[in-house]
Each structure stands twice: as C-alpha cells, then as structure tokens.
C-alpha cells in the first residue's frame, strides 16, 4: 500500500536553529499538508499545498514556517528560528482528491 | 478552537462486545467527516468517512453514524478485538471534495479492548 514517508522520524535541534522537515507522499497525490500535535494536544492544521503553491495556512504557520517542493517528490517544512513551542510531533499528508488523505509515521521534533 | 470535541478521554471495553466512540462538532459548514486510528509512533491512519449527505456508512466492523441536527457523529466497531486498542480521532471537513482543505480535529479517545 503507497505511502507517506518523512524524515527524520526523531530530530534534536537548539533553540533558534533553522529545522528542515521532510516528506515523500504518494505520487500521484496532488494536495500536500502539514500538521502538528504538541504533546497531549489535538492534532492541529498547519498549511496545505496545491499546485506549487499555498493553498491554505493557518494561524500556527507565521513567518518563521514556509514549505517547499522542490523536485518532484519531495516536500519539506522549514522552521526558520525554533523556538520551545516548537516542540511537536508534525506529520505530513498527501491526498488526491481531497478524500483519500494519508497521513506518514511523524517526525518528533525536540526543541532544547 | 473546539469545532469537534470528543468528551470522553478514553473508553474501556470487553474484547468481542461493542466500542462506542463519541464526537461532536459545532461547525455547520462541515460536510465531511473521518475517523482516524492512532498507534503510538505512528501518524494517523484512516479507517472510515461519512459524507453529510448520508446518516450511515459501514466498513466491516465499523459503522459511523451522523446525526446533523445533533451534530453528533459516532463510531461503533463490533465485535471489539484487542488489537483495535489505540486511540481514535474524530475529524471534520467543510470542503474535502473541491479543494483538499484542511481537518479539523477533535482531542481523541483512549480505546482499550481488554482480552
């Protein structure tokens, strides 16, 4: 069965470091997202991705986000100054039409 | 932001009786809504979707019913099997068809299927 796939699955970053997050969805998936679930918190929206563009972001997603595609498989999230709250689980997802939504295994970002 | 709410934290049940999971939602733009499964160290996994237009959608073990009036949606699995022990999300769409927008997701249940 196809696959979300990010990496890495752990990462330690000092606070104020730059963090790149990154994923492979499926592909022939056309929309890409990320969420994030801070520690004993709902799992929280943070941008969606269309057409090689940002399609829809939320309030967690400020300046210091930004998500890229770079080649044809690839999608990241940057985070560029980490800051404590920054701390969470962010998983990527891909879907095709918008129902088959796929979520990958996470990457636990530790913020000291 | 509680636009779907799951109130009950976790839920305790005899392997082979039926699990009953809870969610509500206060958002009347939303017209899809989905069930996620969560094992530890691992991302959400779907398990089954109900579009607004239907009360009812079965898949094997699970059924999820929606009540639009109530804004209540539920999750039946049955018969109930240890290894459905995990914790499950409820969440909620408002344009998943047209334009993959985001979820909206409620807090999670604790399902504990004991032998």
């Known amino acids: 069965e196809p696959e979300v796939t990010q990496t890495p699955s752990h990462q330690v970053t000092q606070m104020g470091q730059e963090v790149i997050l990154r994923c492979v969805p499926i592909?022939?998936?056309?929309?890409f997202y990320w969420y994030r679930q801070i520690l004993g918190q709902k799992v929280e929206f943070l941008v969606s991705f269309y057409n090689n563009e940002i399609s829809e972001k939320s309030e967690i997603f400020d300046d210091q986000f930004s998500v890229e595609r770079p080649d044809g498989s690839n999608f990241t999230l940057k985070i560029r100054s980490t800051k404590l709250e920054d701390s969470a689980m962010y998983f990527c997802?891909?879907?095709?039409?918008?129902?088959?939504?796929?979520f990958g295994s996470g990457t636990r970002l530790t913020v000291v | 932001d509680q636009q779907v709410k799951q109130n009950s934290p976790s839920l305790s049940v005899q392997e082979g009786r039926i699990s009953i999971l809870n969610c509500d939602y206060t958002n009347s733009m939303f017209d899809y809504f989905l069930w996620y499964k969560k094992y530890p160290a691992e991302g959400p996994t779907f398990l089954i979707s109900?579009?607004?237009?239907?009360d009812k959608n079965e898949d094997g073990r699970f059924t999820v019913f929606l009540n639009k009036s109530a804004k209540h949606l539920s999750l039946h699995i049955v018969p109930s099997q240890p290894g459905d022990s995990a914790v499950y999300f409820c969440?909620?769409?408002?344009?998943?068809?047209?334009?993959?927008?985001?979820?909206?997701f409620g807090e999670g249940t604790q399902l504990t299927v004991n032998p």
């Open positions: 109900i579009s607004s237009i239907k």
């Open positions: 592909s022939n998936h056309l929309y």
């Open positions: 997802a891909s879907s095709d039409s918008g129902y088959g939504y796929t």
């Open positions: 969440a909620a769409s408002d344009a998943l068809e047209t334009s993959g927008s985001r979820l909206t």
